[in-house]
């Protein structure tokens, strides 16, 4: 995973609330194995129309959301069936970081898992952020150490995260690196049977 300090980026607004792990990757697309190249399925079902052609009327679609980087959502975000390729989806996408109100626990994992930074905020600051992502070139950055989320317009909000996730995204690590930080105790743990 790539370290994460600080992020600013454009922000999308997809203003639906439980947005399960179907929609944000169907099924039928799960038969990689690899964890990238899952983004040109992201939102299958809402980006196109049946034709193939993409869904004008869909959020992410418009003009202004091309090279957004933070997604803002509502409610119970990520909730479904636990597949780890829903995070795998978004990134390879283009999120590094999604904001909710609340999401699903196992989406919630797999998002600092995957190193997306999973932002809980109150309804009244996704409304705020929902709304101002309808401008074009809208940006917010999010500074993990201080653990807030601001824009230019005078907007800031704290947010919580666990501190061994803190320390997992800052440092860039998923749990193999993690485990691999104890490699040298491992080793002589096992020379010692």
Request: net charge negative; aromatic share 12%; proline share 4%.
């Amino acid at each position: 995973m790539n370290p994460f300090t600080t992020h600013e980026g454009k922000v999308a607004g997809l203003n639906r609330a439980n947005v399960d792990t179907d929609q944000i990757i169907p099924k039928q697309f799960l038969k990689r194995i690899e964890r990238s190249g899952f983004g040109q399925f992201a939102f299958f079902d809402w980006r196109y129309n049946r034709d193939g052609s993409l869904n004008p009327d869909f959020e992410l679609n418009q003009p202004h959301n091309e090279g957004t980087s933070i997604l803002v959502s509502h409610e119970n975000f990520g909730c479904g069936s636990s597949r780890e390729h829903a995070p795998w989806a978004l990134l390879d996408y283009g999120y590094k970081v999604v904001v909710a109100p609340s999401f699903a626990d196992i989406f919630y994992q797999n998002c600092l898992k995957n190193g997306i930074v999973p932002i809980p905020l109150t309804v009244e600051e996704t409304e705020y952020l929902l709304e101002e992502s309808k401008n074009a070139d809208y940006a917010c950055t999010v500074d993990l150490e201080q653990q807030t989320i601001y824009d230019n317009k005078g907007f800031k909000a704290a947010f919580d995260i666990d501190s061994h996730w803190k320390k997992m995204l800052i440092n860039g690590w998923d749990e193999i690196d993690h485990t691999l930080l104890l490699e040298e105790k491992i080793s002589a743990f096992e020379e010692s049977r």
